[in-house]
């Protein structure tokens, strides 16, 4: 990304952007990747997951639990 694209973004995106990088710089630590193996609850597809949710400040999970009430109420 250039300097031009980073002028275009909103401050929202932009605060986005600092908290995933800042969540995936933390994932980098020497402390903490590596990490005990969890198939359903912590791998590198959900490291993912929580990077998106933690920058959205908890939108995407509250996304899913929205979908999982409107499937139950179905």
């Known amino acids: 990304m250039d300097l ?3 002028k275009g973004m ?3 995106k932009l ?3 600092a908290k995933a ?3 995936a710089r933390n994932n980098a630590l020497d402390a903490n990747k ?3 193996y969890d ?3 912590d791998n590198c597809s959900t490291r993912v997951r929580d990077l998106i949710d933690y920058a959205t400040d908890g939108a995407l999970k ?3 639990a929205a979908d999982r009430a409107a499937d139950r109420a179905r």
């Open 15 to 17: 605060t986005q952007a």
């Open 4 to 6: 031009a694209e980073l």
């Open 39 to 41: 198939y359903y609850r």
């Open 62 to 64: 509250a996304a899913r």
């Open 34 to 36: 590596y990490y005990r």
């Open 21 to 23: 990088l800042a969540f």
């Open 10 to 12: 909103s401050a929202s």
